[in-house]
């Protein structure tokens, strides 16, 4: 559904994509100054969770309605490049065990890239966009309830103070809850009863850090503030309200039966567990009034691509904060950098790095010993642990997947190796950038930056032959050693190494 005529063209433009549990939005815009011009609206309504089945394995049915819109999406993106569009997936892609056969079918019919992001991300984007949209210098609590899940952030200007994603959404509770379509005080009780459950995690730390104002995004809330507009003026939500909109729904018995202003077909059957997410909210966390607010997750998504062009990725600081936090010799992690650089370019004719992976090498090497700090024995083990269950803000769930792999084989014996099944990334890709960093980890041994010498690789497709001065290699017997072993080790990945030849030793006649 187009939300707009403008017409649009690619110069200069970026483009939002949100594939949603309940529906798919695409957003295009352009950077004028600094600020965001929102130029292009659609959304299409694709019932994604509808699909998801108890052992979390999405239908096929389920499949064909996403896969129909994405290519309607990839019509209207015609002409925009790649790196100008964004394609965030959430709840839905993010739990079923099979997301990946709907990534690689999608692959041959809508040319970008598919980012599946945490729930975590999924709320620093939400509030990030109300950010954007809506500054305040107070503490502020935001809300979207989605088809899935229900995100909430607590934060003051940009900065995020609390983050939570809960399993609870107006779709999976539609399901449970309110199956065919019937309306009763008991459905109600329960709904709520569980979704208060689900906050109750959070509720404490949520009150505790406390805010001034509270916001709701996205379609349910909307539905809701316009409906609880025709009760009252202000358009405010409030808990009162939102119990006697309760009380018209069970005397109502069926979705069928409401007649209610604001209440299009399309959000009849979401409406009861929308709103059951809602007081629970309410109750739990003490919300007195919520106000609706128009940006959500892609105007966040919009907003973080714009930052990246003027090299504000966040990204780098939550890398820095890692090193921080871990006390991470930053010296010796800026010497695996430089080494990194040197065999990236080296390498890149021949295999073809995209930057994006090479950037992502580079942050291995920044946190590579994370793990440091708790035990020197089977660091990468240690550190690998770390981020892959750490919250990084600004890194998808395949990215941070692929940290966690580099770093988890970055030295000693291959030994269960498992390349990662991940749609952004090849195989032979994570194959090539675990080599070059477990040679930098190797060569930069020592930890001094006097020590190594000019060094020559050349790449081919599954193999790397290293070059080192004779003279030089011939005073490192240990280097010699390691560099013999490391290529025992990659053959048994299925990778060929070839280290320096060995100098001739002299004969001692």
């Given amino acids: ?81 790649a790196d100008a569009v964004r394609v965030i997936a959430t709840y839905t892609l993010r739990r079923a065990s099979n997301s990946q056969t709907f990534l690689r079918r999608a692959r041959s019919l809508f040319p970008y890239p598919i980012e599946i992001i945490s729930g975590q991300e999924e709320a620093r984007y939400i509030y990030q966009g109300v950010a954007h949209f809506e500054h305040a210098a107070e503490h502020r609590l935001v809300m979207d309830i989605g088809g899935g899940s229900t995100e909430f952030a ?64 996205s379609g349910s809330v909307k539905v809701l503030r316009d409906i609880v507009q025709q009760l009252q003026s202000d358009g405010v939500l409030r808990l009162n309200e939102l119990l006697q909109l309760k009380q ?49 997750l892609r105007e966040g998504v919009l907003n973080e691509m714009r930052q990246r062009r003027y090299q504000q990725d966040i990204r780098q600081s939550t890398i820095a904060s890692l090193q921080q936090r871990y006390q991470v010799d930053v010296p010796h992690s800026e010497r695996l950098q430089r080494t990194a650089t040197d065999l990236l370019a080296q390498a890149a004719n021949s295999w073809q790095i995209p930057a994006e992976a090479q950037q992502l090498l580079l942050w291995a090497c920044q946190v590579v010993e994370i793990g440091l700090q708790i035990n020197s024995s089977g660091i990468q083990k240690h550190s690998a642990y770390i981020l892959q269950h750490a919250n990084l803000p600004g890194f998808n769930q395949e990215q941070q997947q692929l940290l966690a792999f580099l770093v988890r084989y970055h030295r000693s014996k291959l030994k269960g190796l498992s390349l990662p099944t991940l749609y952004l990334y090849p195989p032979h890709q994570l194959m090539r950038l675990l080599v070059l960093l477990r040679l930098c980890v190797l060569l930069n041994q020592k930890r001094r930056d006097d020590w190594l010498p000019t060094l020559t690789i050349e790449a ?48 001692d006649a």
């Fill in 1 to 81: 559904m187009s939300q707009t005529d403008t017409s649009v063209t690619s110069s200069g433009l970026m483009a939002a994509v949100d594939l949603g549990s309940n529906s798919f939005h695409l957003v295009i815009a352009r950077d004028l100054h600094g600020d965001l011009q929102l130029l292009h609206r659609e959304k299409q309504k694709v019932r994604l969770a509808e699909g998801l089945n108890n052992d979390l394995i999405l239908s096929e049915e389920a499949m064909e309605r996403g896969l129909s819109v994405l290519r309607q999406f990839a019509d209207t993106l015609s002409g925009i490049p």
């Fill in 154 to 217: 607590l934060g003051q200007g940009f900065e995020v103070l609390r983050l939570s994603s809960r399993n609870m959404g107006c779709v999976s509770y539609g399901k449970e809850f309110f199956a065919g379509g019937k309306l009763s005080a008991k459905r109600f009780s329960r709904a709520i009863l569980q979704a208060e459950q689900e906050l109750e995690s959070i509720a404490s730390a949520f009150k505790k850090t406390g805010w001034q104002q509270a916001l709701g995004t």
């Fill in 248 to 296: 018209l729904l069970i005397q109502a018995g069926h979705i069928q039966a409401l007649e209610l202003a604001g209440l299009s077909d399309d959000r009849r059957a979401l409406l009861a567990p929308a709103l059951c997410i809602a007081i629970a909210a309410f109750q739990m966390l003490d919300i007195q009034e919520m106000q609706y607010c128009e940006a959500a």
């Fill in 460 to 507: 081919s497709e599954h193999a790397l032959a290293l070059d080192l001065p004779a003279d030089w290699l011939q005073l490192q017997p240990l280097l010699q050693a390691d560099l013999q072993q490391e290529a025992s080790w990659l053959a048994k990945a299925g990778f060929h190494f070839q280290p320096p030849q060995q100098p001739e030793e002299p004969d």
